[in-house]
């Protein structure tokens, strides 16, 4: 049945609805019990019980660590992370054991964990819970990270990463809680490493993950006022890179922006403008320019903040820039 719910609503829906389809699947994390920072646990614990909603000790590093024994052990746990920026203490556990457990043991061991990583700008938050770390995880062999944008990926993406056999790193941001969407707990689940056509268009390609997709669709529907059509494509998957459909996209359009919210340098943009040169750069007439954020901290003022974070002008100056370089 398709109804219309927020971001977060199709998180704790999916949530629920795996832990009823198998046993297996744990949540463990600060406060879930009482729903989390945010809401998305809330009821869990009153359905199932202490046995599967877990509350954990103020310890990154313990509660990845608990669920890594627990995903070898057979269990499905699903992990909520309050920031990205705390994921900093568990980097050990993800990066050099949940990561690298099936390579190490020749496929005799697999990690089925989700990690449920809350980030990106907005609310004031300031420096130390605001940022957006993609690349990081992008880094890292042995993880898959999916970053939904809408209701409908939230949903979809979700259940994927937990029926998943290997970890997967879902990142939520925060903007996109409220926003709301239809969803069908019966479709099938999003397919991990496909980007999506968000709007469709003819004279540049704007390649946009998170958040920065409604931000990309405002720029493109201003653009089209003038007459300038532009192909917003959803990543939604880090990693795996859905190449074919960007090389498919880029090589009709010629042109290519690549929007984020992290800081540009060293970002996931750098890697996407890597591989679009590396198989497609015949193509281009035009050099790819990257969206992103200042290597600065993120600031708590709303004023500085605002201008922090890219927005529609930004993405609008850079495809007009692209269609100068000729």
Same mark, same amino acid.
């Given at each position: 049945?398709t109804e219309?719910?927020?971001?977060?609503?199709?998180? +704790?829906?999916?949530?629920r609805r795996? &832990?009823e389809?198998?046993?297996?699947?744990?949540i463990?994390?600060?406060?879930?019990?009482?729903?989390?920072?945010?809401?998305?646990?809330?009821?869990?614990?009153?359905?199932?019980?202490?046995?599967?909603?877990?509350?954990?000790?103020i +310890?990154?590093g313990?509660?990845?660590?608990?669920?890594?024994?627990?995903?070898?052990?057979?269990?499905?746990?699903v992990?909520?992370?309050m920031?990205?920026d705390?994921?900093?203490?568990? &980097?050990?556990?993800?990066?050099?054991?949940?990561?690298?457990f099936r390579?190490?043991?020749?496929?005799?061991?697999?990690?089925? &964990?989700?990690?449920?990583?809350?980030?990106?700008?907005?609310?004031s938050?300031?420096?130390?819970?605001?940022q957006?770390?993609?690349?990081?995880f992008?880094?890292?062999p042995?993880?898959?990270?999916v970053?939904?944008?809408?209701v409908?990926?939230?949903?979809?993406?979700l259940?994927?990463a937990?029926?998943?056999?290997?970890p997967?790193v879902?990142?939520?941001h925060?903007?996109?809680?409220?926003t709301?969407?239809?969803?069908?707990?019966?479709?099938?689940?999003?397919?991990?490493?496909?980007a999506?056509?968000a709007?469709?268009?003819s004279?540049?390609?704007?390649?946009?993950?998170?958040? &920065?997709?409604?931000?990309?669709?405002?720029a493109s529907?201003?653009?089209?006022?003038?007459?300038?059509e532009?192909?917003?494509?959803d990543?939604?998957?880090?990693?795996?890179?859905?190449?074919?459909?960007?090389d498919?996209?880029?090589?009709?359009?010629?042109?290519?922006?690549?929007v984020?919210?992290?800081?540009?340098?060293?970002?996931?943009?750098?890697?996407l403008?890597?591989?679009?040169?590396?198989t497609?750069?015949e193509?281009?007439? +035009?050099?790819?320019v990257?969206?992103g954020?200042?290597?600065?901290?993120?600031?708590?003022?709303p004023?500085?903040?605002?201008?922090y974070?890219?927005?529609?002008?930004d993405?609008i100056?850079?495809?007009?820039?692209?269609?100068?370089?000729?």
């Amino acid at each position: 049945m398709t109804e219309t719910v927020r971001f977060i609503d199709a998180i +704790s829906l999916v949530l629920r609805r795996e &832990m009823e389809r198998d046993d297996d699947v744990l949540i463990f994390g600060e406060d879930v019990s009482y729903g989390g920072p945010f809401g998305a646990t809330a009821g869990l614990s009153q359905s199932f019980g202490p046995t599967r909603v877990i509350d954990t000790p103020i +310890s990154e590093g313990a509660v990845m660590g608990l669920a890594v024994g627990a995903a070898l052990s057979g269990h499905r746990p699903v992990v909520e992370v309050m920031f990205a920026d705390f994921v900093t203490l568990a &980097m050990d556990q993800l990066v050099n054991h949940a990561a690298k457990f099936r390579y190490m043991t020749n496929g005799q061991l697999s990690v089925p &964990m989700t990690i449920r990583v809350q980030g990106g700008v907005g609310g004031s938050y300031g420096a130390q819970h605001s940022q957006s770390l993609e690349s990081w995880f992008l880094n890292v062999p042995g993880l898959k990270v999916v970053a939904p944008s809408s209701v409908k990926d939230a949903a979809g993406l979700l259940a994927a990463a937990i029926r998943d056999d290997d970890p997967v790193v879902y990142l939520e941001h925060r903007g996109l809680y409220w926003t709301k969407g239809l969803v069908d707990l019966d479709d099938a689940p999003t397919p991990i490493g496909s980007a999506a056509v968000a709007r469709s268009g003819s004279d540049v390609t704007v390649v946009a993950v998170s958040r &920065m997709v409604d931000v990309a669709v405002s720029a493109s529907q201003k653009l089209a006022l003038d007459g300038i059509e532009v192909e917003v494509l959803d990543l939604r998957s880090v990693s795996p890179i859905d190449w074919a459909t960007i090389d498919e996209s880029v090589r009709r359009t010629r042109r290519l922006v690549v929007v984020h919210e992290a800081v540009v340098t060293g970002g996931l943009g750098a890697e996407l403008v890597a591989g679009v040169y590396a198989t497609a750069f015949e193509a281009l007439i +035009s050099p790819a320019v990257r969206v992103g954020a200042p290597l600065t901290p993120v600031p708590a003022s709303p004023f500085l903040e605002r201008l922090y974070t890219p927005d529609a002008e930004d993405v609008i100056a850079a495809v007009l820039e692209t269609l100068r370089e000729q």
